[in-house]
């Protein structure tokens, strides 16, 4: 039973175009490659072919900022890494989104001392914080999903 049956006679398809924009962003969202530290083995299996985020539409991590609008910060951030982090932020295309993965890069994790950042929301906004220590490549998965939903439910007036 394809499109083609549903449709009828008209062939027509009405939707609104907030859910088609926001369908288009969350079916091509292109990371950008930035691992700090040990979280960023787990992502770098979540690319792999045992979890294959492609089939999400993030096909290859982009190295550059100006060619992927999905950050994810995976690991422990340092005092002097921040001002790195937030140029490479400014520098990617609107929209934007950002994960923090890890327990380092939400609270700073076992390192509370005065050379890590407590969270990486004290440099750019986050969206999704993924919870572990390193997180499993199904929970960066959930992460991406849980963006997704995010994504779905923008509305054109929150656009800015």
């Known amino acids: 039973m394809g499109l083609e049956q549903k449709l009828g006679e008209?062939?027509?398809?009405?939707?609104k175009l907030e859910d088609m924009v926001n369908w288009s962003r969350t079916r091509a969202m292109w990371p950008m490659l930035f691992g700090l530290a040990c979280c960023a083995i787990e992502m770098m299996a979540a690319q792999s072919a045992d979890y294959d985020m492609s089939r999400f539409g993030m096909?290859?991590?982009?190295?550059?900022?100006?060619?992927?609008?999905?950050?994810i910060v995976a690991g422990r951030v340092t005092r002097k890494m921040a001002p790195v982090l937030r140029r490479l932020y400014d520098q990617m295309p609107y929209p934007k989104w950002v994960?923090?993965?890890?327990?380092?890069?939400?609270t700073g994790g076992i390192f509370n001392n005065y050379a890590i950042v407590q969270g990486v929301d004290e440099i750019v906004p986050v969206d999704v914080y993924i919870s572990g220590c390193p997180p499993r490549p199904e929970a960066l998965i959930h992460?991406?999903?849980t963006?997704?939903?995010k994504v779905q439910?923008?509305?054109?007036?929150d656009w800015s």
């Not at 994960?99 to 939400?106: K, T, V």
């Open 147 to 149: 963006l997704h939903e």
């Open 10 to 15: 008209s062939g027509i398809v009405t939707a």
């Open 99 to 106: 994960i923090a993965m890890g327990d380092c890069a939400s």
């Open 153 to 157: 439910k923008e509305k054109f007036k």
């Open 143 to 145: 992460g991406v999903m």
């Open 59 to 71: 096909e290859l991590m982009r190295p550059s900022p100006r060619q992927s609008d999905l950050m």
